[in-house]
């Protein structure tokens, strides 16, 4: 089973950019894929983003959509999140999950292995 460890959360203000990473422990990443989520406090969680397992595919969602991307370094087994434009709306917890050979689902339920999450506030 891989470990999740993610990093790279704060405090930015709006139009700024930050970059979360998620780190793999335990196995590669190679044959995982990898999703994005993020929950606001009295909202339930959302797709953020994701790649396929082959690297081949990224999904987003709407809201997020030429301000975020999702890449891969398999040389670090680590998959960051670049967020880039940031809003006061994208202020979140965000999770990294990882899926063993998926297509890189906006479903969190296809999940099996996640992260422990990390703050995101985006001030206005």
């Known amino acids: 089973q891989v470990r999740l460890v993610l990093s790279g959360g704060g405090l930015v203000q709006a139009g700024g950019s930050l970059r979360l990473s998620c780190a793999a422990s335990?196995?590669?990443?190679?044959?995982?894929?990898v999703g994005w989520f993020r929950q606001a406090p009295g909202k339930e969680r959302e797709f953020v983003a994701a790649?396929?397992?082959?690297?081949?595919?990224?999904y987003y969602a709407d809201s997020v959509k030429g301000r975020f991307t999702i890449s891969t370094d398999n040389t670090k087994n680590t998959v960051y999140l670049q967020m880039n434009s940031l809003k006061p709306d994208d202020t979140a917890v965000y999770s990294c999950?990882?899926?063993?050979?998926?297509?890189?689902?906006?479903?969190?339920?296809?999940?099996?292995?996640w992260g422990q999450g990390t703050q995101v506030t985006v001030s206005s």
């Open positions: 335990g196995r590669t990443f190679n044959t995982y894929a």
């Open positions: 999950a990882a899926q063993a050979y998926g297509l890189g689902s906006r479903n969190y339920y296809e999940y099996v292995n």
């Open positions: 790649i396929a397992w082959t690297a081949r595919s990224t």
